[in-house]
């Protein structure tokens, strides 16, 4: 199982190495561009579709579960691949645990340990730090923060910045084809650089639209 501490250990660690590879050691690949549309396919439900470049179904969520506090991201067949817990606490914010698969499934979930864990930014003051929307931290003991959401969800223009303050993926709106024509706020495009995951990318995708939707 990869909730174990060992091979939670390695999948971290692959994700460093992942992150490493923004220095520009890569620059020669293309960036990944999704279309990601916040809509289910399947009917009577609420969720999101993701298309691949390929224009098959890369990504879905299908909110029809009886537990509206967690939220499974999954392939385009189906297959679990986060699961996304809001909790809360009194007198502290909000948080959000992202598992790895699907932790519904499992009785004893509570002992599952999140392989990230991301946080809102609530700050009152005027300052650049306002630009900043969420901090996503890796694991629960660890401190220092791995990535950084800056700009607006709501306006669909946002950067995810790695620990160097470089971009690793990219939230923007969609441009139409056709002159004067809109997707509205409903279809944007997800950018990813290369060496970062598309799957971990989504799933920030779906903290942001918690947090501020």
């Given at each position: 199982m990869l909730f174990s501490s060992k091979s939670k250990s390695r999948t971290v660690h692959h994700y460093h190495e992942e992150r490493d590879k923004e220095n520009g050691e890569d620059s020669g690949e293309a960036s990944t561009s999704l279309t990601v549309w916040t809509k289910s396919l399947l009917y009577g439900c609420s969720g999101f579709s993701v298309i691949g470049s390929d224009g098959g179904l890369a990504y879905r969520v299908d909110n029809y579960s009886c537990r509206p506090d967690h939220t499974v991201l999954m392939d385009g067949s189906g297959n679990p691949i986060f699961t996304i817990c809001r909790r809360k606490k009194l007198g502290l914010l909000d948080y959000w645990l992202v598992y790895e698969g699907d932790v519904c499934k499992h009785s004893n979930n509570e002992s599952m340990k999140p392989m990230f864990y991301a946080r809102?930014?609530?700050?009152?003051?005027?300052?650049?730090?306002?630009?900043?929307?969420?901090?996503?931290?890796?694991?629960?003991?660890?401190?220092?923060?791995?990535?950084?959401?800056?700009?607006?969800?709501?306006?669909?223009?946002?950067?995810?910045?790695?620990?160097?303050?470089?971009?690793?993926?990219?939230?923007?709106?969609?441009?139409?084809?056709?002159?004067?024509?809109?997707?509205?706020?409903?279809?944007?495009?997800?950018?990813?650089?290369?060496?970062?995951?598309?799957?971990?990318?989504?799933?920030?995708?779906?903290?942001?639209d918690q947090m501020y939707s």
């Open positions: 809102k930014n609530m700050s009152l003051r005027q300052t650049k730090v306002d630009d900043v929307l969420a901090y996503i931290y890796c694991g629960m003991s660890e401190k220092r923060c791995m990535y950084v959401v800056e700009g607006s969800f709501r306006h669909r223009s946002c950067k995810i910045l790695g620990e160097s303050g470089r971009a690793v993926a990219e939230i923007k709106k969609k441009e139409a084809m056709s002159k004067g024509a809109s997707f509205g706020l409903e279809v944007f495009d997800l950018v990813t650089k290369p060496g970062f995951h598309c799957r971990f990318a989504m799933a920030i995708v779906l903290l942001l």
